[in-house]
């Protein structure tokens, strides 16, 4: 199972970091399941929302083939809707790639390239009206942490991320992998505040 996380300026940091953690560590303990890379339209140092750093190892021309590809969210994607030769690399991916999935405004940029039309979806709380604004066909479920709907699956906004990566464990693997790779990761949520 080949996983690709796309990095592009602006992403989030947590859309991106916070699923790679879970997967990465899936891959680690378990390498004869999977696998997980970083990529960017071009390889190298891709700066997040909040200033961090994030290395993209290799570039759209050279990432090759993906089982699942993981399209995070952050300011980044409000460009990203508009930018045809990104939603066309989308589009192309949607024909290549079984699972396509998204983290937070990374749906936004699913529903502009027209791979949400029909289909249940979600996003942070704060995109729900532009989710719909970009297609009315989208059956926006704004309480939903992620909403799995086949061969695609979106999340709502940033930590839920991690919850839709041990979701991906689970349906790829097993449950069972999917709570020791929490229970490695430390996840247990329980909000201080």
């Not at 980044?76 to 939603?87: A, I, N, Q, W, Y």
């Not at 991916?93 to 979600?122: D, I, N, W």
């Amino acid at each position: 199972m080949r996983i690709g996380i796309l990095l592009f300026e602006d992403v989030e940091e947590l859309d991106a970091v916070g699923p790679w953690e879970v997967l990465a560590m899936w891959a680690k303990q378990y390498p004869q399941e999977a696998s997980v890379v970083a990529f960017a339209r071009e390889s190298g140092v891709v700066r997040g929302a909040k200033g961090m750093g994030l290395v993209a190892d290799r570039g759209w021309a050279d990432v090759g083939r993906l089982d699942v590809l993981l399209h995070p969210g952050g300011m980044g994607t409000r460009p990203l809707v508009k930018d045809e030769e990104h939603l066309a690399w989308v589009r192309e991916q949607r024909a290549q790639v079984p699972l396509m999935t998204s983290v937070c405004t990374g749906s936004l940029v699913y529903a502009a390239a027209g791979l949400l039309e029909g289909r249940p979806a979600t996003t942070h709380w704060g995109s729900l009206e532009a989710l719909k604004e970009l297609d009315p066909t989208i059956e926006v479920r704004g309480q939903d942490r992620f909403v799995d709907d086949g061969d695609v699956v979106t999340s709502s906004g940033v930590s839920a991320g991690i919850d839709m990566a041990l979701h991906l464990v689970a349906r790829l693997s097993s449950v069972e992998r999917a709570r020791e790779v929490r229970h490695y990761i430390q996840y247990d949520p329980e909000p201080p505040v």
